[in-house]
């Protein structure tokens, strides 16, 4: 029989963690899937540090009183700055993220001190999220029936992306590694590399060639929400990253300041064009992003 996650909303489920940017909405998701047939509940990423008491909430609201894992797509703070306060809660719930993330997990002060430095203040959280003990994690070749961990480094060296197999569904967690995706309010999509500093273009392309290869039948995003247009997405934010890696590097040897390539591809990037149609506060949350990621790009392509 079909599932379709979504309308079962015991299976799936959406959660829109408040962020510290000023956007208490659809900002960013997380990801919970109930699998009863296997008996297992994990959450994919969980928000930052500052929305963890709300993730706790909502994961009550659905009757979770056993986590059996949190898989984190990458360290970033919007992404994994409440595992600790989760753990608080869950003790028994174990962490997988790439070996290379852990650390900033267990002492998480240097990457708190440097995300304060790349968003700038009150873009990231005023408080350092919680330490993970050293013995909360997954050994790093563990297995779940119907997982499968992608290495797709990019938006982060150590970054992952996930894909989830069950009945006819195949679902990709792809974290940040294919951009960021929106639906506007005039259901047009709005879709951006996510390339903040420090960013990895080359491998961010080799990364998206390898999730083009997983065929999911649905895609749950972070940054936000989901699409069952997979091939659509996955071919357009490939071909995305190809145009800003041509247009970025023609309008950088033109002499063009970063807040020109940030108007220029406003213009000449088809999926962009949605950013007009974004509702006011979503609106001036990717603007910001936007001029963030430019400046990450623009590093990558002159190897600062
Ligand atoms: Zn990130």
């Not at 994990?42 to 994961?59: E, P």
């Not at 992608?150 to 992952?160: D, F, I």
């Not at 033109?254 to 591809?265: C, K, N, T, V």
């Not at 910001?288 to 600062?304: D, E, M």
């Amino acid at each position: 029989m079909e599932r379709d996650f979504l309308e079962k909303e015991d299976e799936l489920l959406l959660l829109d963690i408040p962020t510290v940017c000023g956007v208490a909405k659809q900002a960013f998701s997380a990801w919970l899937v109930k699998d009863a047939e296997r008996r297992v509940n994990f959450l994919v990423d969980v928000g930052s540090f500052s929305g963890a008491s709300y993730l706790i909430k909502r994961l009550k609201r659905a009757n979770i009183v056993r986590l059996d894992a949190i898989l984190l797509t990458h360290v970033h703070l919007d992404h994994a700055g409440g595992t600790g306060s989760l753990l608080q809660t869950f003790p028994e719930t174990k962490v997988f993220c790439h070996p290379k993330g852990k650390p900033h997990l267990i002492a998480p002060k240097r990457l708190w001190q440097e995300t304060l430095g790349v968003m700038g203040p009150g873009t990231a959280e005023e408080e350092m999220p919680i330490p993970l003990p050293e013995d909360s994690f997954l050994l790093d070749d563990f297995s779940l029936s119907g997982l499968t961990i992608l290495e797709t480094p990019g938006h982060a060296s150590h970054h992952c992306s996930f894909l989830y197999e069950i009945g006819r569904e195949r679902i990709l967690f792809p974290g940040e590694a294919a951009g960021a995706f929106r639906r506007t309010t005039t259901g047009e999509i709005f879709v951006r590399p996510s390339s903040p500093p420090i960013f990895f273009l080359e491998k961010a392309n080799e990364s998206l060639k390898k999730l083009e290869k997983t065929n999911p039948t649905l895609i749950c995003f972070p940054h936000y929400g989901y699409t069952r247009d997979t091939s659509f997405f996955l071919e357009n934010s490939h071909g995305q990253l190809l145009l800003w890696r041509k247009l970025v590097a023609e309008l950088l040897s033109a002499g063009r300041s970063e807040r020109e390539i940030f108007e220029e591809l406003l213009k000449r990037d088809p999926l962009l064009h949605g950013f007009w149609s974004l509702k006011k506060p979503i609106q001036d949350h990717e603007a910001r992003n936007l001029t963030i990621c430019i400046k990450g790009f623009v590093k990558s392509l002159l190897g600062a």
